[in-house]
């Protein structure tokens, strides 16, 4: 069993940034899962963000890159999502998903959002 706490959601401008964290606890196979972070919108179908496997190998899905970076806190079990550059269209609930056995080689964004594992939520509102 795996628990995810996603924090650092809020309010920016357009143009301003974000950091969000996601906190696992519970097994997770260390060289041999993908962590994802996907968002839904209201009234839209939930899109995969990017992900990170267990070797630090990363994937950005269509309009957040450049703009967005995951990364590993490697001593922990802490995921990040660095957001710049965010525009009105980024506004969504955002979540921090994993699966285990997972690989990220074909991962496409669909599959990010179907990962056993998912937080809660955080809130990312950005106006213009």
């Known amino acids: 069993q795996v628990q995810l706490v996603e924090s650092g959601g809020g309010s920016v401008q357009t143009g301003g940034s974000l950091q969000l964290t996601c906190v696992a606890s519970?097994?997770?196979?260390?060289?041999?899962?993908?962590m994802g972070w996907f968002r839904q919108a209201p009234g839209k179908e939930p899109e995969g963000v990017a992900a990170i496997d267990g070797e630090g190998k990363t994937r950005y899905y269509d309009s957040i890159k450049g703009r967005f970076s995951i990364s590993r806190d490697n001593a922990k079990d802490i995921w990040y999502l660095q957001m710049s550059s965010l525009k009105p269209e980024d506004t969504a609930m955002y979540y921090c998903?994993?699966?285990?056995?997972?690989?990220?080689?074909?991962?496409?964004?669909?599959?990010?959002?179907?990962?056993?594992?998912r937080g809660q939520g955080t809130q990312v509102t950005v106006s213009s």
């Open positions: 998903a994993l699966e285990n056995g997972a690989t990220i080689e074909s991962l496409d964004r669909a599959a990010i959002t179907d990962f056993y594992y």
């Open positions: 519970g097994y997770i196979v260390q060289h041999r899962h993908c």
